[in-house]
C-alpha cells in the first residue's frame, strides 16, 4: 500500500508542478467568464452559455489530463526509471494502481478547479449561483477517472503516441455508443460491444441541466458509480496483462 501511495504521489506531484498546467486552467476559467458578454449573440440565453462553456471546457480538460497517463507507463520504460519498484513481488500492480490514483487524482484536481472557477464566474456575472454545475462537474469527473484507466490500459502494448489516439477513439465512441444498441439490430456482437463498451452517453447532462432540467442526485450518483466501477474493472484488466509483459 505504502508503494502504490508513494507512486501516486510522485505522479501526482511531477504534472502538478508544471507551471504551464496553471495557466491554462486559468485561462479556461476566463474563457467561461467572458462567455457571459455575448448577450445579443447568444440571443439571451447567455446563463445556458456559460454553463454549457464551463462544463464543455471541464470534459476536454478531464480528457487531456487522462491522457498523461497514455504516456507514463512508456515513459517510465523507456527511462528505465520504475525497474526498483517492478523487481518487487508486488511491485507490477503497485506500479499501475499508483499511476491510475495519481493520475485520476490530478485529473479530478483539475475539472473541479474548472467548475469551482466557472460557479465564481457565473456568481459575478449573473449575482447567482448554478448548483447544476456540481453535478455535472461530478459526472465529469468520473469520466476522466475513466478514461484514466482506459490510457494506462492502452499504453501497455501500444506506443504513447497510440495510445493516446487510442485514448480519444473510445472518448468519442463513449458518447455515441448509444447509437451502437439502435443499429445493431439486437445482434450478440452489438449486445456485446454496447455493455463492454464506456458509456459516456450517460454522463452526458449538460443540456438538460443548463436548461434548469432537474436532474435526480441518484442518477448522478449511479452515474459516478459507474464510471469508478468501469475504471476500477479496467485497471484491474491493465494489471493482469501488464503481469505478463515481458520488459526485459
Given at each position: ?107 479530478v484536481f483539475n475539472v473541479a478547479f474548472i467548475i ?11 449575482g447567482e449561483t448554478n448548483w447544476g454545475l456540481l ?114
Amino acid at each position: 500500500m505504502e508503494d502504490i501511495i508513494t507512486i501516486a504521489q510522485s505522479t501526482f506531484y511531477r504534472v502538478a508542478r508544471l507551471k504551464a498546467l496553471y495557466v491554462i486552467l486559468v485561462i479556461c476559467v476566463l474563457d467561461v467568464a467572458a462567455m457571459s458578454a455575448y448577450k445579443e449573440l447568444s440571443m439571451g440565453l447567455e446563463k445556458e452559455l456559460v454553463f454549457d462553456c464551463a462544463l464543455a471546457i471541464s470534459l476536454v480538460v478531464g480528457l487531456i489530463t487522462s491522457m498523461v497517463a497514455a504516456f507514463e507507463i512508456p515513459r517510465e520504460l523507456r527511462e528505465k526509471t520504475a525497474q526498483f519498484i517492478l523487481s518487487k513481488p508486488m511491485g507490477r500492480s503497485a506500479f499501475i494502481w499508483g499511476k491510475f490514483l495519481g493520475v485520476s487524482a490530478l485529473a479530478v484536481f483539475n475539472v473541479a478547479f474548472i467548475i469551482v472557477g466557472s460557479l465564481l464566474a457565473y456568481r459575478l456575472s449573473f449575482g447567482e449561483t448554478n448548483w447544476g454545475l456540481l453535478s455535472g462537474g461530478i459526472l465529469v469527473a468520473s469520466e476522466a477517472v475513466t478514461l484514466t484507466s482506459l490510457g494506462l490500459l492502452l499504453s501497455i502494448f501500444l506506443t504513447d503516441t497510440l495510445a493516446a489516439i487510442g485514448l480519444f477513439a473510445f472518448f468519442v465512441i463513449g458518447h455515441c455508443v448509444f447509437m451502437i444498441e439502435r443499429w445493431s439490430g439486437g445482434n450478440i456482437l452489438g449486445n456485446a460491444a454496447y455493455y463492454l463498451l464506456p458509456n459516456f452517453y450517460n454522463c452526458d447532462v449538460k443540456t438538460e441541466l443548463s436548461h434548469g432540467v432537474d436532474v435526480p442526485g441518484m442518477f448522478v450518483g449511479m452515474g459516478a458509480v459507474y464510471g469508478i466501477a468501469y475504471a476500477f474493472f479496467v485497471t484491474g484488466l491493465a494489471i493482469i496483462i501488464f503481469n505478463r509483459k515481458d520488459i526485459a
